[in-house]
Nanobody
Framework: QVQLVESGGDSVEPGGSLRLSCAAF????????MGWYRQAPGKERDLVAIITSFGGTKYADSVKDRFSISRDNGRNTMFMEMNRLKPEDTAVYYCYADVQRIGTTVFRDYWGHGTQVTVSS
């Protein structure tokens, strides 16, 4: 099995910063894309950022120049630095990873359980 565990969510004031982490555990052969999505109350889950295994990145327009995604392939871990946080960034943040399990040839997506980020004064 494969598990993704997020950490780093917290309550901060507007303009503050947070660093989210996502670690993948289990029978992992390779990980292709990893990324972060977020879901605010009453809204759909939206893409925040994606990073490929080679370090290519893509961001939602709403977080460009404020958030930075990175990963440590050797530790199957992904990070996201979030700066100049705004109240509209408040959401549950979910990580996902496109994983090839040991002994298989296909990749499938796995998701974490989410970490809450609250931005409020």
């Amino acid at each position: 099995q494969v598990q993704l565990v997020e950490s780093g969510g917290d309550s901060v004031e507007p303009g503050g910063s947070l660093r989210l982490s996502c670690a993948a555990f289990g029978s992992i052969s390779r990980i292709a894309n990893m990324g972060w999505y977020r879901q605010a109350p009453g809204k759909e889950r939206d893409l925040v950022a994606i990073i490929t295994s080679f370090g290519g990145t893509k961001y939602a327009d709403s977080v460009k120049d404020r958030f930075s995604i990175s990963r440590d392939n050797g530790r199957n871990t992904m990070f996201m630095e979030m700066n100049r946080l705004k109240p509209e960034d408040t959401a549950v943040y979910y990580c996902y990873a496109d994983v090839q399990r040991i002994g298989t040839t296909v990749f499938r997506d796995y998701w974490g359980h989410g970490t809450q980020v609250t931005v409020s004064s």
